[in-house]
């Protein structure tokens, strides 16, 4: 490897790293569905993402699932700006063709 290469990937972890260092991030909070919190089960690896799914104008919660492949969705039963979120159900039930296999 160049040491330009190096260089680069050395000025890049740096940089990086300054930058994780200046943001601070607000305390973690537990989000729950239907009184309870949310909670996919199997392996982790959850991947959260906030949109309004059911184009009703308020934002739900997708959660999707590294097992298996499952989305999960979280109607928000509130407003955008307080959330009440409903219980979970799978993307199409969880059937295949309402999954994304990995690995
Ligand atoms: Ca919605």
């Known amino acids: 490897m160049k040491l330009e290469k190096i260089s680069l990937i050395i000025m890049s972890v740096l ?3 300054g930058i994780a260092n200046a943001i601070d991030f607000a ?5 729950e569905a239907a009184g309870k919190p949310v909670d ?3 392996v982790g690896h959850a991947a959260p993402f906030v949109c309004d799914f059911d ?7 997708l959660v999707g699932e590294f097992s298996g492949g499952v989305l ?5 039963e509130g407003t955008n700006s307080k959330p009440k ?8 039930d969880g059937k295949p063709d309402g999954t994304v296999p990995c690995g």
């Open 55 to 61: 184009g009703d104008g308020v934002k739900d919660l």
């Open 40 to 42: 996919t089960g199997n």
């Open 72 to 76: 999960w969705i979280y109607k928000n």
């Open 85 to 92: 979120l409903g219980e979970g159900v799978k993307f199409k």
């Open 15 to 17: 940089l990086l790293t």
């Open 27 to 31: 305390e973690p909070v537990r989000i």
